[in-house]
């Protein structure tokens, strides 16, 4: 996320509040610039451009094969062609990537190819073919690198037989607009695939399947990135049976017949996965520890109230923000509370936004422009929900330009209208995709009261 990139617009600098200074540094920063500046900081840590494993493989005798899925897959390639040709030159390296619409990086032996997210389309599911022949023929002396990160699973939508795409898409549209966890939403659509749950690796083995991720899960279970198509898969065609009915959403009578059959599950724990390895690069909690580690050298104490956060988006932000008022009657020098995870959002009105935008909403509504807080929130992929702005950030202020522009904040958040609410006060962060994804990252700065 430079900011020399063509596609970072800056929050205006309109109601900026007083500069602090925090710590020995002595500089006085604005609170609004500093958390701008503390956002890309933490998107920095994660982005591909600085992660490597330990170690490239060593060329196999035979073909390697590289296939990935995500938002950041695209920048993942990228990087590991770079340090691919600078280690070891004259070894060769094909293969197919998958990325959202916009979030592509430049290749020169990788293909990467585009598709919808988060409601998958054709060529998504036209993408997951393309990986499916990539890999299949291959033989144990053949080597496939598996690039996964958050996003993939809608990337690589291709319905198990007999199941068609609208379908599956019908499916995935309800579970996301009930607000159910993305650990929900995965399960089911690993047991309507042809590629997750392991498939991607069955299809490649005999050769060995080396996965590399950038997790946007809470927990960061390797199986439930992109739905985990290269890694065994533990649920059961049972368990997305229950959560639909969790939810009460109704099945077409071919989705039905496929879960209450055998869909193939068990032969997604053979003997092939012994000599596969996964490794995860980046998660959200790399993100907070940069951030962390920015603010304590300026002096500033900090809590990290989990990296793993889930639950309804508002919910959070008023529970937050209750937590932001009692720490602010406590403390005698600047405090940030950091948090990550994936919250969600139950849909009851017709109002525009994403999650972290509805968390900032609720957050806002509990503080009421309470004197010395400020709050950022952003979706580290750069794209909040299906909208085109990150997050957005507030600070004191905007409470009483809120109420001078006639904004009622309860009233945007009943409709589910954070985007609009926060439009208006020019609060938005735009950033356009920034090829990583470690979901979101929130940072309320408080500051003491003045004497």
């Not at 319905?159 to 089911?188: D, F, H, M, Y």
Request: aromatic share 4%.
């Amino acid at each position: 996320m430079s900011a020399n990139s063509p596609n970072r617009v800056l929050v205006p600098a309109s109601g900026e509040p007083g500069a602090f200074t925090p710590g020995p540094r002595g500089d006085a920063l604005a609170p609004r610039a500093w958390l701008r500046q503390l956002a890309e900081t933490a998107i920095a840590a994660v982005h591909p451009d600085a992660l490597s494993p330990e170690a490239l493989p060593e060329p196999p005798p035979g073909r390697t094969v590289v296939v990935g899925a995500g938002k950041a897959a695209a920048a993942m390639a990228a990087a590991l062609e770079r340090a691919w040709r600078a280690r070891q030159p004259e070894a060769p390296l094909e293969g197919v990537v998958v990325t959202r619409y916009g979030h592509g990086a430049p290749c020169r032996h990788i293909e990467v190819l585009e598709a919808a997210h988060p409601m998958p389309d054709e060529l998504g599911t036209q993408a997951a073919r393309r990986m499916l022949e990539a890999v299949s023929g291959l033989g144990e002396d053949d080597l496939v690198i598996a690039l996964i990160s958050g996003g993939g699973s809608a990337l690589m939508s291709l319905p198990a037989p007999g199941i068609s795409l609208a379908e599956k898409q019908a499916i995935n549209r309800e579970l996301l607009r009930c607000g159910a966890p993305i650990r929900e939403i995965n399960t089911v659509r690993r047991h309507l695939s042809a590629i997750k749950g392991g498939r991607l690796a069955a299809t490649a083995h005999p050769a060995r399947v080396l996965t590399w991720l950038i997790s946007d899960v809470p927990g960061d279970d390797p199986t439930l990135v992109a739905s985990g198509p290269t890694l065994p898969d533990a649920s059961t065609a049972a368990d997305a049976l229950a959560i639909l009915a969790r939810h009460a959403i109704a099945l077409p009578d071919a989705i039905r017949r496929h879960l209450l059959g055998d869909d193939g599950a068990a032969a997604l724990h053979a003997p092939g996965f012994a000599r596969d390895a996964s490794r995860v690069l980046a998660r959200a909690r790399d993100a907070l520890q940069a951030a962390r580690v920015a603010a304590e050298r300026r002096g500033i104490e900090v809590r990290l109230l989990g990296d793993d956060l889930e639950g309804e988006a508002r919910e959070l932000g008023r529970a937050q923000g209750r937590m932001a008022l009692a720490a602010r009657d406590e403390i005698a020098r600047p405090l940030l509370l950091l948090s990550g995870g994936e919250t969600s959002v139950t849909v009851r009105g017709d109002g525009r936004g994403g999650r972290n935008v509805e968390y900032l909403l609720g957050l806002f509504t509990t503080l009421q422009g309470a004197e010395g807080i400020h709050a950022l929130a952003i979706d580290t992929d750069g794209i909040d929900g299906s909208e085109d702005n990150a997050g957005a950030l507030f600070d004191p202020g905007d409470w009483h330009r809120a109420r001078a522009a006639g904004l009622d904040p309860v009233a945007h958040l009943s409709r589910n209208d954070a985007y609009t609410f926060f439009e208006a006060l020019d609060d938005l962060i735009v950033t356009g995709p920034t090829r990583t994804n470690v979901n979101d990252f929130r940072a309320i700065l408080v500051l003491p009261r003045t004497p």
